[in-house]
């Protein structure tokens, strides 16, 4: 499949999907939308009955702890700081059934569709920007941006996507079956 703005058009809405939030290190971007998005299909009225699996990993670096600034957006939006610093950044290397396993692999930017093996980045990637609104529109990492209101505005841009993918997936979820 090349063109990632169907990639709903794969699949049935009688199976729960797996998808996986990609980024470079699983320690900004992916973290962050694991916990939004995982948040986001609970206090769904049509997506909490579906049991879609949720996860995230990074592509590139290898991490032990979420970054202190994701943690501290998270805990602004209402999220547990202790839940939070149990995630463990996960890395294609070390969990490589992670993408196996995954239906939709949601990267952050283009760059992502790059480090995504080959196997997968035909069939399963799909850039978050152009998911959601048909763009290509790259996050930049938040990780090297020097103030912490640059780190929340990027943040709160993945955030906006995850809003439309989630009603985009309620729609798919209520098609009949």
């Known amino acids: 499949m090349n063109d990632e703005t169907e990639i709903l058009s794969r699949f049935t809405p009688d199976k729960?999907?797996?998808?996986l939030w990609?980024?470079?290190g699983n320690i900004c971007?992916?973290?962050y939308a694991d916990?939004?998005?995982?948040k986001m299909v609970e206090d769904s009225p049509i997506l909490s009955k579906i049991g879609l699996k949720i996860h995230s990993g990074g592509l590139q670096f290898q991490n032990t702890e979420i970054d202190p600034r994701t943690t501290a957006v998270l805990v602004k939006e209402g999220f547990d700081e202790a839940e939070v610093n149990?995630?463990?950044?996960r890395n294609k290397k070390d969990y490589p059934e992670m993408l196996e396993e995954a239906d939709m692999i949601v990267g952050m930017a283009n760059s992502h569709k790059l480090l995504t093996p080959k196997k997968y980045r035909y069939d399963k990637f799909v850039q978050i920007s152009n998911f959601a609104i048909g763009e290509?529109?790259?996050i930049?990492?938040?990780y090297f941006v020097s103030t912490d209101e640059e780190y929340a505005e990027l943040l709160a841009q993945v955030k906006e996507y995850l809003v439309i993918i989630l009603k985009k997936l309620e729609d798919f979820y209520s098609k009949e079956k």
């Open 16 to 19: 729960p999907l797996n998808i």
């Open 29 to 31: 971007r992916s973290a």
């Open 140 to 142: 930049p990492d938040p």
């Open 136 to 138: 290509r529109v790259d």
């Open 86 to 89: 149990k995630h463990v950044p």
């Open 35 to 38: 916990f939004v998005f995982k």
């Open 22 to 24: 990609v980024c470079s």
